[in-house]
C-alpha cells in the first residue's frame, strides 16, 4: 500500500460542551414563561448543554462548583444567596426582582412601569379612587406601588394612594384566615367605585375573594387588576380578572443573550436590564366604566363596542341620544377628556394589546384598532408613545 508521504493533520480536540445551569420556579407561568426564553435562546447552540432545576431555598457553593457550570441563570430572592453566587467566580444572571443584587447583573421586569400602566388603565375607566394590595419584602412589589402612585400624581389624582401590607412569607403558599380577615376589613374602608392594583395575580384572585365575602361587587364597587396572566389564577376568580402580561419569554431570552456574553467575555458588566410589560389582559373586573351619568356611560359602550372601527363624535351622540355639544360638555364634566381623545385611547388601547400577537402586521393591527390606514396609526403612534409601531414592537418581542 503507497503512501502519499503526507501525514494528515491532527485534529484540535474538541473543546468541552458549555453547561449552563437554571434555577427557576417551574410552578408558576412566569418561571415557565422564562424558561422558554432561555430554551429559545440556546435553542441554536448545541454546543450548550441547559441544565433545569427548581430554585433552592438557600444555595451551596459546594454544590454548585461540584456541578461544574460555566455560568448560572438563576432567580436571586434572599442576600445570602446573591453573596454565594456571586462568590463562584463565575457568569451569574439574576432573573428575579425580589432583592437588589449589585453585585449581579439582573434581568427583570420593568416593575414601575406595570405600575404605571395599571394606573393609567384603571383611570381610562374613569375610576377616581385607588388602592394597592402588595408588601414591602419584595422589591418588584415596591416599585409597582411608587409606579402606581407617580402615574396618580400625572394624572391630577390628588389623595394618597392607600394600601395594604400583605405579612411576609411565601406568597404562593395558602393565606391564613387571619390574613384574610384583616383584607377583608381594610377593603371595607375603601371608598367606592375604586380601582384596586394586587402586586400578584394570586394577591388579585385573594381580593376578588375577599370582596365575595363581604357583599363588594366586582367592577361595580371595586374593578381589580392582577399582575402575571396566570390562568390557573385569574379565570378561577368568582370574577374572571385583568391582568397585566408580563414579557417573561423576552426575560429569559435577554438573560441568555448576557451570559453568553459573560461565559464569552465580551460582556462583564452588572447593570440590570428592565423589560416592559407587554400588554394588559382585560376581563370582567376590570371591563366597566365607572361613571354615573348615564350619557356619558353610553357613549363609552358605543366606543368600545366599536373601537375596531373608525369612530365618528357625531355616531356617539346619535347612540347616547344628545346633541353634539351636550355629549363635549358631559364627558369633560365626568371623565376631564374630549369624546375623540377618549376613543384615541381606546383605539391605542385595542392596539397595544394586539401588538404582542406576532402573527399580526403592522398594518393589520392599525386596521383592527380602528385606524383609517397603517400610517395614519404611524403617525398618531409616534405622537403618543414618542417612537415608531415597529421601534415599539421590537421591544416587545426582543432580538430575533
Known amino acids: 500500500m503507497e503512501h502519499s508521504g503526507r501525514e494528515n493533520p491532527a485534529r484540535p480536540p474538541l473543546p468541552r460542551p458549555r453547561r449552563v445551569a437554571v434555577y427557576l ?25 441547559v441544565l433545569k432545576f427548581s430554585d433552592p431555598r438557600t444555595y451551596d457553593a459546594a454544590v454548585l462548583r461540584r456541578l461544574r457550570p460555566d455560568g448560572i441563570i438563576a432567580r436571586v430572592a434572599q442576600r445570602r444567596n446573591a453573596t454565594v453566587l456571586a462568590s463562584l467566580n463565575l457568569p451569574v444572571v439574576n432573573i428575579s426582582g425580589q432583592i437588589a443584587t449589585p453585585r449581579l447583573p439582573l434581568i427583570n421586569t420593568d416593575d414601575v412601569r406595570v405600575g404605571e400602566l395599571a394606573l393609567r388603565h384603571l383611570h381610562g375607566r374613569a375610576y377616581r379612587n385607588f388602592a394597592y394590595c402588595g408588601n414591602t419584602t419584595h422589591l418588584g412589589s415596591l416599585l409597582r406601588y411608587r409606579g402606581f402612585c407617580a402615574a396618580a400624581r400625572r394624572l391630577g389624582v390628588p389623595a394618597a394612594i ?19 380577615a384583616r383584607l377583608a376589613t381594610w377593603l371595607k374602608t375603601l371608598p367606592t367605585p375604586v380601582g384596586l392594583l394586587g402586586f400578584t395575580d394570586r394577591v388579585a384572585l385573594e381580593l376578588d375573594e375577599a370582596c365575595a365575602r363581604i357583599g363588594l361587587r366586582v367592577p361595580e364597587d371595586v374593578a381589580i387588576l392582577g399582575v402575571g396572566n396566570d390562568l390557573t389564577r385569574v379565570e378561577f376568580a368568582h370574577v374572571a380578572l385583568s391582568s397585566i402580561q408580563l414579557n417573561t419569554q423576552n426575560i429569559g431570552l435577554l438573560a441568555a443573550e448576557k451570559l453568553q456574553a459573560m461565559m464569552d467575555g465580551t460582556d462583564l458588566s452588572t447593570k440590570e436590564i428592565l423589560v416592559s410589560p407587554q400588554k394588559i389582559v382585560t376581563r370582567r373586573s376590570t371591563d366597566r366604566f365607572a361613571v354615573e351619568d348615564e350619557v356619558v356611560a353610553v357613549g363609552l359602550d358605543h366606543i368600545r363596542e366599536h373601537v375596531g372601527n373608525t369612530i365618528y363624535v357625531e355616531d356617539v351622540a346619535r347612540a347616547a341620544g344628545v346633541t353634539r355639544r351636550v355629549l363635549e360638555l358631559r364627558f369633560r364634566a365626568a371623565l376631564g377628556t374630549s369624546v375623540y381623545a377618549e376613543a384615541q385611547r381606546q383605539h391605542f388601547e385595542r392596539a397595544l394589546e394586539l401588538m404582542s400577537e406576532p402573527t399580526l402586521t403592522l398594518g393589520e393591527i392599525a386596521y383592527a384598532s380602528g385606524f383609517e390606514s397603517p400610517s395614519v396609526f ?17 421591544k416587545l418581542t426582543g432580538p430575533r
Open 25 to 49: 420556579s417551574l410552578s408558576t407561568e412566569h418561571g415557565r414563561g422564562i424558561l422558554r426564553g432561555i430554551a429559545r435562546f440556546f435553542h441554536q447552540r448545541p454546543e450548550i448543554t
Open 162 to 180: 392607600p394600601r395594604h401590607i400583605l405579612p411576609q412569607g411565601d406568597q404562593n403558599a395558602p393565606y391564613s384566615d387571619a390574613t384574610r
Open 378 to 394: 404611524a403617525q398618531a403612534f409616534r405622537r403618543c408613545h414618542g417612537t415608531t409601531p415597529s421601534e415599539y414592537r421590537k
